[in-house]
């Protein structure tokens, strides 16, 4: 029982988490001129670093063309570049830019701007409490993250 009601309580806030993210992260890419699967790539190129351009047609489910005409956009405005792989001249990748960085971290801080009114929402004395079980959610879902993806 009370399991199941856990796994409710999870659920409900990664909705809730995602709703609010999604909006926020929306309204920045739409200020700042970029679509979501444009800032998908900005976010991936960040966590994962230089890659191909077909990467990013799987990712995003679409064609060769579409992923290269998407990522032409992207070098136009600045925030990727496009070089030779050093072992393969025929390969292409792509990575950030300095610009391309400052997006991506405006992006994160844009995402997360409705956490600073819910925190206000919390009561102050209930703040240590709301710390130590997210750290304890934190460690759990890195102990999944690392099944996932085991070091090389």
Not at 113 to 136: A, C, F, K
Request: charged share 20%; hydrophobic share 40%; glycine share 4%.
């Amino acid at each position: 029982m009370v399991t199941s009601q856990l796994k409710k309580a999870l659920l409900d806030w990664s909705f809730t988490f995602m709703h609010f993210s999604l909006n926020d992260l929306s309204r920045f890419a739409h200020l700042n001129g970029f679509s979501l699967a444009q800032i998908s790539i900005l976010m991936h190129l960040h966590y994962q670093g230089a890659c191909e351009i077909t990467q990013f047609s799987e990712m995003l489910t679409i064609s060769r063309a579409a992923s290269s005409q998407m990522i032409e956009r992207l070098v136009q405005q600045g925030v990727v570049h496009r070089f030779e792989s050093s072992q393969d001249r025929r390969v292409r990748l792509v990575d950030l830019t300095e610009t391309g960085k400052k997006v991506v971290t405006e992006s994160m801080y844009a995402g997360a701007g409705w956490i600073n009114e819910l925190v206000s929402l919390i009561p102050d004395q209930d703040h240590t409490r709301y710390v130590n079980m997210l750290r304890i959610l934190n460690e759990s879902a890195s102990q999944m993250d690392q099944k996932i993806d085991p070091p090389t």
